[in-house]
């Protein structure tokens, strides 16, 4: 049995989903960023 085909989907932490309009957010150095609608917000805010 091969598994080269699956993709393993990432789980998405709710953490980094957007507040405002739910993209997933990106992580910047020390930033969680929305790519979609400029929100973010700092990683020291989720721990
Ligand atoms: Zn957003």
Known sequence: MTQQNQIKEEEIDPNYVCESCGFTLEERKCKL????CGYFRSCSDLF
Do not use: A, I
């Open 33 to 36: 960023m929305c790519k979609r």
